[in-house]
């Protein structure tokens, strides 16, 4: 279906396309080159960790930095169930068992005291999610995973850019995923990368997303055979797609400030002029890049089917992970997580992209007064 007003653009400019043609033009080292690691020195320190290693998506990302850090068979891992299934996936890769937690109201993110209740002798990692570019109740958290001596590995795949108080989100745990995948802050198309301030982990993920691989020169540029040490994967980010991702991150500041802007303005009108939906509120001091616009509406599914009459594509974000096919079948049991399962029941996503026009936010807004007889 062609949407008259679709859920998301990517934001790109001539930048972009110069940064892609360059890298191919060259010739050489479409795979591996220079780029890679500009783009990896950028993301560390735009976030401010001591160590950035890319990967070719999110997903492989998330699976790599489990096995860097040990997680195993036998090892239990406190997810939530309101978010994308790769982060509940990621710990069944390494052989572990994901263990749901249940969400709080304000931010979607993991509740910090249902958390304290899942914890067993095999829980090894707490793994939060920052939905939908907010910030969880991480610091909370954080203190639970050391009260505990666990892991702490923040999925941060939607809120590159977020911070508390002015420190990033991905500098609160021991690792942070971040995904470049083509809805998100800045994109790639597909992407992810990881951060740390351990070395280890950094030197062990670098084995891991390149076969195990002890690399002392580039691969492709060298006449020297390279040993392999360990068993690996091919997790890569190419040289052509860095570049697209450094074009992108020279221009992440403007990037979020259109998607604030954009978000004040549906925020004002919504609240003003449509009763039945309720915006979260942000806590204070909650930097919030708005990597989604969710909202909570009253008879969702009705919503969706006549907006979509409308020419206007939203998306439920997310439908609970234990919901699945895969998940009700391979883990048998039943889960206590009433506030996920009633905030997944009326959370919907609205179009949003940075550089949305007033005019299209003005076309959704009174759409849904439409449905919802708001004169």
């Not at 942070?176 to 070395?199: H, P």
């Not at 998607?259 to 806590?283: G, S, T």
Request: aromatic share 12%; charged share 25%; proline share 4%.
């Amino acid at each position: 279906m062609t949407w008259k007003i679709p859920l998301f653009k990517m934001y790109w400019d001539e930048d972009d396309i110069s940064a892609v043609s360059e890298a191919i033009r060259s010739g050489m080292n479409w795979a591996v080159g220079s780029n890679v690691s500009r783009f990896e020195e950028g993301i560390a320190n735009y976030i401010g960790a001591k160590y950035c290693l890319t990967f070719n998506s999110g997903t492989s990302a998330l699976h790599a930095v489990l096995l860097a850090h040990g997680v195993a068979p036998g090892d239990e891992v406190i997810v939530p169930s309101f978010t994308f299934i790769a982060t509940a996936n990621a710990s069944q890769f390494v052989g572990a068992k994901p263990v749901f937690a249940d969400i709080e109201e304000t931010t979607f993110g993991l509740d910090p005291e249902d958390v304290v209740e899942r914890i067993t002798p095999r829980t090894r990692a707490i793994m939060p999610v920052h939905y939908g570019g907010c910030p969880c109740r991480i610091q909370e958290l954080r203190e639970i995973a050391d009260d505990h001596d666990l892991l702490l590995i923040e999925d941060a795949a939607e809120a590159f850019g977020a911070s508390i108080r002015g420190r990033s989100v991905g500098t609160f745990g021991d690792s942070a995923m971040m995904s470049f995948c083509q809805n998100k802050i800045i994109t790639t198309g597909e992407g992810g990368a990881i951060l740390t301030d351990s070395r280890e982990v950094y030197e062990k993920m670098k084995l891991i997303r390149s076969h195990g691989r002890l690399e002392t020169a580039d691969y492709f540029s060298t006449t020297a055979v390279m040993d392999y040490v360990s068993l690996g994967y091919n997790f890569r980010m190419s040289n052509i797609t860095a570049a697209l991702g450094i074009a992108q991150l020279n221009k992440v500041e403007e990037i979020i400030r259109m998607r604030r802007a954009d978000a004040a303005y549906y925020i004002q009108r919504l609240k003003a002029e449509v009763p039945d939906c309720v915006i979260p509120e942000i806590p204070e001091d909650y930097f919030h890049v708005y990597q989604l616009f969710s909202l909570r509406v009253k008879d969702r599914d009705g919503l969706i089917q006549y907006l979509e009459t409308k020419g206007i594509m939203t998306k439920i974000y997310f439908s609970p992970v234990h919901y699945t096919h895969f998940y009700r079948s391979q883990m048998n049991g039943s889960y206590n997580l009433p506030i996920t399962e009633k905030v997944s029941e009326d959370t919907l996503s609205l179009p949003f992209y940075p550089g949305i026009s007033r005019d299209d936010i003005d076309y959704v807004i009174d759409s849904m007064k439409e449905f919802y007889g708001v004169a």
